[in-house]
C-alpha cells in the first residue's frame, strides 16, 4: 500500500462517520473562523451614497455586477469566492452586500468602493440567508450541517453554530431562514423535525424556557433557559409547510403544505396554529405580494400549476377571490402609486409577456410584451413608479427599463445569463 493510502485509511478511522458520528454535523465555529477573511472599509466617496444602484446574478459567473441605475451603465464586476445563489442580502445604509453561495460561502461587497470586502463559509452547504434589521447580524440557513449559523455582519466573525435538532433528539436541516425586523428577530424553518424557530438578536431580551414557567422574577426563575442572544422559541407545525409569507408585524407565518394543497398559519406569540387554509388552494406563497383590498389587509399569491391568483384575507384567513391569468406566473410585483400588479415569468408561448392586474376591479386585464421571444423574469419600479426594469434572462438577456405609461422600453442593459437582481435605494435623509 502505498503511504498516501496508508494516510487515507488512517483518516478514514478516525472520521465521525467511522466513530458512529454523523459526518454532516462537523462544522463548528471554529471551522467558520478558519475560513474566513476580511478586509477593513475603504474612504469611499460620499457623493456615491446617494446613488441608485442595481445588482445582478448572473449565471456561471463568480462576480456581482454592479449597475447605476439612472443610466443602466456597468459601474464594475466584484469577484466573489464562491458563485451566489439568489438575491444578494442589503445592508440598512445600503454600502454592503451579502451573497450566498450553495457550498456555504458568505460574500461581503463594498458598493460604494465596489470591492470585495470578505468571505467566511458559514457551513458545507446553505439554504438561505437573512440579514437582522439593524444590520448587526447574519443568520445563514444550513443544510449541512443542519441548523443555523449566526455571524457578526461588520467584520464577518462567527458567534454562534445552532445545530437542527428537537427536544427528542430529532435532526433537520434549516429549510429558509427570514428577518423580522419588528421583532428585532430571526424566524427559520427546520421542516425535518417540523418545527419553526424565532430568534432573538436582542441581547436583553428575555431568556426562553420550554414549557410553562411560573416565576419569571429575577433570580427565582424556574428551570433552565436559553440565553439569549439566539434562544430558541420553537412553534411545532403540522402540517409542514414551505413558501412561506408573515402578517406586516411578523407576529404570523403562514405557507403552503409541503406534501399538498392547502396551507396552515401560526402565531409566533401563542405558538400554535392560528388557523388552516382551505384545501382546495395551491398556493405558491414564496412569489406573494402583500396588498390592500379597501383597506382590507390581503396577500395576492399565485397558484402552482394553474393560471390562476388567489387573494388571501389576512384578518379572517379566507380567500376572498381567485383571479384567472394568461399562464402560471412565477413574479408578482405591484408598482407605486398605482393600483396595479405586473404579473411576469410565464413559460411557453407566454415567456415573453407581461399582464396587468387592476386591485380596484380585482381583474387581470392589459397583456403586453415589446420583447418577442425573450424570457421575461422579474420587475422592479423607481420610486415613482414611472419606470420598471425588467429582467430578461437567458444567454442574450438583460435589464429593461420601461416607460409605465406607454409600457415601451426605453434602455437596454445587456447581460449574460441574469438569474436575479435587486435595487440599492439610498437611506432617507
Request: net charge neutral.
Given at each position: 500500500?502505498?503511504?498516501?493510502?496508508?494516510?487515507?485509511?488512517?483518516?478514514?478511522?478516525?472520521?465521525?462517520?467511522?466513530?458512529?458520528?454523523?459526518?454532516?454535523?462537523?462544522?463548528?465555529?471554529?471551522?467558520?473562523?478558519?475560513?474566513?477573511?476580511?478586509l477593513a472599509p475603504l474612504e469611499a466617496d460620499s457623493a456615491s451614497a446617494g446613488r441608485v444602484l442595481f445588482l445582478a446574478i448572473e449565471a456561471g459567473d463568480r462576480r456581482l455586477a454592479v449597475l447605476d441605475a439612472s443610466s443602466l451603465k456597468l459601474l464594475a464586476r466584484i469577484p466573489l469566492r464562491s458563485e451566489p445563489v439568489g438575491p444578494p442580502v442589503l445592508s440598512p445604509d445600503?454600502?454592503?452586500?451579502?451573497?450566498?453561495?450553495?457550498?456555504?460561502?458568505?460574500?461581503?461587497?463594498?458598493?460604494?468602493?465596489?470591492?470585495?470586502?470578505?468571505?467566511?463559509?458559514?457551513?458545507?452547504?446553505?439554504?438561505?440567508?437573512?440579514?437582522?434589521?439593524?444590520?448587526?447580524?447574519?443568520?445563514?440557513?444550513?443544510?449541512?450541517?443542519?441548523?443555523?449559523?449566526?455571524?457578526?455582519?461588520?467584520?464577518?466573525?462567527?458567534?454562534?453554530?445552532?445545530?437542527?435538532?428537537?427536544?427528542?433528539?430529532?435532526?433537520?436541516e434549516a429549510g429558509a431562514v427570514f428577518a423580522a425586523p419588528a421583532r428585532s428577530s430571526f424566524i427559520a424553518a427546520l421542516p425535518g423535525i417540523s418545527e419553526i424557530w424565532e430568534l432573538s438578536h436582542d441581547e436583553n431580551a428575555e431568556p426562553v424556557y420550554a414549557g410553562m414557567?411560573?416565576?419569571?422574577?429575577?433570580?427565582?426563575?424556574?428551570?433552565?433557559?436559553?440565553?439569549?442572544?439566539?434562544?430558541?422559541?420553537?412553534?411545532?407545525?403540522?402540517?409542514?409547510?414551505?413558501?412561506?409569507?408573515?402578517?406586516?408585524?411578523?407576529?404570523?407565518?403562514?405557507?403552503?403544505?409541503?406534501?399538498?394543497?392547502?396551507?396552515?398559519?401560526?402565531?409566533?406569540?401563542?405558538?400554535?396554529?392560528?388557523?388552516?387554509?382551505?384545501?382546495?388552494?395551491?398556493?405558491?406563497?414564496?412569489?406573494?405580494?402583500?396588498?390592500?383590498?379597501?383597506?382590507?389587509?390581503?396577500?395576492?399569491?399565485?397558484?402552482?400549476?394553474?393560471?390562476?391568483?388567489?387573494?388571501?384575507?389576512?384578518?379572517?384567513?379566507?380567500?376572498?377571490?381567485?383571479?384567472?391569468?394568461?399562464?402560471?406566473?412565477?413574479?408578482?410585483?405591484?408598482?407605486?402609486?398605482?393600483?396595479?400588479?405586473?404579473?411576469?415569468?410565464?413559460?411557453?408561448?407566454?415567456?415573453?409577456?407581461?399582464?396587468?392586474?387592476?386591485?380596484?376591479?380585482?381583474?387581470?386585464?392589459?397583456?403586453?410584451?415589446?420583447?418577442?421571444?425573450?424570457?421575461?423574469?422579474?420587475?422592479?419600479?423607481?420610486?415613482?413608479?414611472?419606470?420598471?426594469?425588467?429582467?430578461?434572462?437567458?444567454?442574450?438577456?438583460?435589464?429593461?427599463?420601461?416607460?409605465?405609461?406607454?409600457?415601451?422600453?426605453?434602455?437596454?442593459?445587456?447581460?449574460?445569463?441574469?438569474?436575479?437582481?435587486?435595487?440599492?435605494?439610498?437611506?432617507?435623509?
Amino acid at each position: 500500500m502505498r503511504p498516501i493510502s496508508i494516510l487515507a485509511a488512517f483518516t478514514l478511522l478516525l472520521s465521525p462517520a467511522a466513530k458512529g458520528e454523523n459526518p454532516s454535523w462537523v462544522w463548528s465555529v471554529e471551522d467558520i473562523a478558519a475560513s474566513r477573511s476580511y478586509l477593513a472599509p475603504l474612504e469611499a466617496d460620499s457623493a456615491s451614497a446617494g446613488r441608485v444602484l442595481f445588482l445582478a446574478i448572473e449565471a456561471g459567473d463568480r462576480r456581482l455586477a454592479v449597475l447605476d441605475a439612472s443610466s443602466l451603465k456597468l459601474l464594475a464586476r466584484i469577484p466573489l469566492r464562491s458563485e451566489p445563489v439568489g438575491p444578494p442580502v442589503l445592508s440598512p445604509d445600503g454600502r454592503f452586500a451579502y451573497t450566498l453561495s450553495p457550498d456555504g460561502w458568505i460574500d461581503k461587497c463594498d458598493l460604494r468602493a465596489l470591492r470585495h470586502a470578505g468571505a467566511v463559509r458559514a457551513g458545507l452547504e446553505a439554504r438561505g440567508l437573512a440579514l437582522s434589521g439593524d444590520g448587526k447580524w447574519l443568520l445563514a440557513a444550513l443544510s449541512r450541517p443542519g441548523g443555523l449559523a449566526a455571524i457578526l455582519a461588520q467584520d464577518l466573525t462567527p458567534f454562534r453554530v445552532i445545530p437542527g435538532r428537537d427536544d427528542k433528539g430529532g435532526v433537520s436541516e434549516a429549510g429558509a431562514v427570514f428577518a423580522a425586523p419588528a421583532r428585532s428577530s430571526f424566524i427559520a424553518a427546520l421542516p425535518g423535525i417540523s418545527e419553526i424557530w424565532e430568534l432573538s438578536h436582542d441581547e436583553n431580551a428575555e431568556p426562553v424556557y420550554a414549557g410553562m414557567v411560573h416565576s419569571f422574577e429575577k433570580g427565582s426563575e424556574e428551570g433552565v433557559g436559553e440565553a439569549q442572544p439566539f434562544a430558541r422559541r420553537r412553534t411545532k407545525t403540522d402540517p409542514d409547510l414551505e413558501g412561506f409569507f408573515f402578517s406586516p408585524d411578523f407576529v404570523e407565518i403562514g405557507g403552503g403544505t409541503r406534501d399538498g394543497p392547502g396551507g396552515a398559519v401560526y402565531n409566533l406569540d401563542a405558538r400554535r396554529r392560528a388557523a388552516r387554509l382551505p384545501a382546495n388552494i395551491s398556493p405558491r406563497f414564496e412569489a406573494s405580494i402583500s396588498i390592500q383590498i379597501k383597506s382590507r389587509r390581503a396577500i395576492l399569491f399565485p397558484m402552482a400549476g394553474s393560471s390562476e391568483l388567489g387573494v388571501l384575507e389576512l384578518d379572517s384567513w379566507k380567500i376572498l377571490s381567485r383571479l384567472a391569468l394568461r399562464a402560471p406566473a412565477l413574479f408578482l410585483k405591484q408598482q407605486p402609486n398605482a393600483d396595479l400588479v405586473w404579473a411576469s415569468g410565464f413559460s411557453g408561448k407566454d415567456k415573453d409577456v407581461i399582464q396587468l392586474i387592476d386591485l380596484r376591479s380585482l381583474r387581470a386585464e392589459r397583456v403586453f410584451g415589446p420583447f418577442p421571444g425573450k424570457a421575461v423574469g422579474q420587475a422592479i419600479f423607481s420610486a415613482d413608479g414611472k419606470t420598471a426594469f425588467v429582467l430578461l434572462t437567458g444567454s442574450e438577456g438583460g435589464i429593461v427599463a420601461i416607460d409605465t405609461v406607454s409600457l415601451t422600453p426605453v434602455k437596454t442593459l445587456p447581460l449574460k445569463n441574469p438569474v436575479s437582481f435587486v435595487i440599492v435605494l439610498p437611506p432617507p435623509p
